[in-house]
Each structure stands twice: as C-alpha cells, then as structure tokens.
C-alpha cells in the first residue's frame, strides 16, 4: 500500500546549521506531497506542500521538491533557528483515498 | 474564527469506562478526521467523514465509534477504555474540491491527551 518513510531522529543541530530531513514514498499513483511541523504541545500545521512532480514547496526557509524519480520530498533550510525545533512530518495524499499518509515523524533539536 | 477546537484538553479514564470526546470547527470544511499519536509511529487516522451524516474507518477503528450528527462537530466515542487506547487523539479538517483535484490543508486540532489506568 502506501506509505511514507522518513529518517529517525532526534536530529541535533546548531543554529545557522544546514538542514535536510529525508522523505521517501511509495504510491500506486501520483500522490501530493506535504510537511507538517508540530511545536511542542500543539498540534500539527501545515509548513509546505507540492502537488505534482518538479514542484517545489517552500515557507519560512524551508524547501521541498517533488521528485518523481527518486519518489522524494526531502525538507532543507539553510540556516536553522532555535525556533525551528520541532517534530517534521512527511505526508502524501492519495485524492482516492481521501486520506492523509503520514511519515513516523522527524525530531529537530537546534541548541544555540 | 477559532479553527479546529477540541474538548476535553486531558482525560484521565479507569479501564472499562466510556468518554467522548469532542472536536469542532468553524471553516465549514466538508472533511473531519481523527488521529492518534503514539510514539514513534507518527499519526495514525482512525475514523474519517466527508460529510455530514457519514463517516467512514480509517487504518486503525477497533474500539473506537464516531458520529457526524451536524457539519461543523465530530465525535469519537470510546465504549469500553483499554490501556492500549492511552494517546494523543488529533482531530483535523479539511476543504477538499474534487472537481478541480485541488487538496487544501488539513487543519489540526490542539490535542487531547487521554490516559487510560
């Protein structure tokens, strides 16, 4: 079936440290693509999605491309802050299903 | 406009007890879900509606029920409490045009952390 696979945390970085948090899926068809971020004690909010295939995805720094061919949603920024730490989720979308598909979730740790 | 809200924040239950527990939104979004959160295994959807007067089971239903009486409310209900069911339940809402294939967020809820004893 479906499914989302994301790399394990904790991620630990410093600030104005370079991050990327990878994301690949399986999907019978042509899903869409999200990330989600959940601060501590809220829930999640949507940080950036891509529809189709080449699309890149972008908000608060943070950039995603839709790679069809290596069936990838990988999450970078620049220039982490301390306020980005967060947990990360990758998500697909399948219109048929109706349903989101969500990865295990990334913890980013950025210390000062 | 409050968004997605939910009640109670926190619930402490006694296996074998009943609760419901309540989400509401004030976007007049066509779709409601509930989650669980659990550790290390990201969310996982238990029940969903489309619509008012529907709903529908998602990945994991088992001792859970729901009801989408009225559009803007959907309930979820535990008949029996199992210390197994002792999470974080999200519920989320979406916007979703099919006509255009268009898919707008899913807007979460804050949580409730429910534990079972």
């Known amino acids: 079936g479906d499914s989302v696979t994301q790399m394990e945390g904790p991620v630990t970085l410093s600030e104005e440290a370079c991050l990327t948090i990878n994301c690949t899926y399986t999907a019978t068809g042509y899903p869409s693509l999200f990330w989600y971020v959940q601060y501590p004690g809220e829930g999640l909010q949507l940080l950036l999605k891509a529809t189709k295939a080449d699309d890149k995805g972008s908000n608060k720094g943070f950039e995603a491309t839709y790679r069809k061919e290596t069936t990838s949603f990988h999450l970078e920024k620049g220039s982490v802050q301390v306020s980005d730490s967060a947990v990360y989720f990758c998500?697909?979308?399948?219109?048929?299903?109706?349903?989101?598909?969500f990865g295990s979730g990334t913890r980013l740790l950025v210390r000062p | 406009n409050a968004g997605v809200t939910q009640t109670p924040k926190f619930r402490v239950l006694k296996t074998g007890q009943s609760m419901t527990l309540l989400c509401a939104q004030d976007m007049n979004h066509e779709y409601m879900y509930w989650y669980r959160q659990d550790p290390g295994m990201g969310l996982r959807l238990i029940h969903y509606s489309v619509g008012e007067g529907t709903t529908a089971k998602g990945e994991v239903p088992d001792g859970y029920n729901v009801s989408r009486l009225k559009k803007q409310n959907f309930l979820l209900g535990l008949e029996s409490a199992a210390p197994s069911q002792t999470s974080v339940y999200f519920c989320a809402s979406s916007y979703s045009n099919r006509d255009l294939a268009v898919l707008d967020e899913q807007f979460f809820g804050p949580g409730t952390r429910l534990t079972v004893l």
């Open positions: 998500a697909l979308w399948m219109d048929s299903s109706y349903k989101l598909i």
